[in-house]
């Protein structure tokens, strides 16, 4: 392996973030999965889609907005 392929190898690994799923999210804010799921869907909490059409979210995200939320259960 060469040089390039190391170094290509080893920004996709930095790359990956953690994501969770609409249950681990919901156990964070202490909500239901289907509450978590129509957040996304109206876009207050930003998500991506799995080809099977399931929600992930990034785990720094969700992390941020539970901080910024002061105890408040509905994001935004």
Do not use: Y
């Not at 998500?47 to 929600?55: C, D, E, M, N």
């Not at 992930?56 to 002061?70: E, M, P, V, W, Y």
Request: glycine share 8%.
């Amino acid at each position: 392996m060469n040089g390039n392929s190391r170094e290509t190898t080893r920004r996709r690994s930095e790359e990956q973030e953690e994501l969770l799923t609409s249950a681990e999210v919901a156990a964070l804010f202490g909500v239901d999965r289907r509450t978590v799921v129509l957040w996304a869907k109206r876009g207050r909490l930003p998500a991506l889609r799995t080809p099977g059409g399931q929600h992930r979210f990034r785990a720094d995200q969700i992390d941020r907005l539970l901080k910024s939320s002061n105890g408040e259960v509905t994001p935004e």
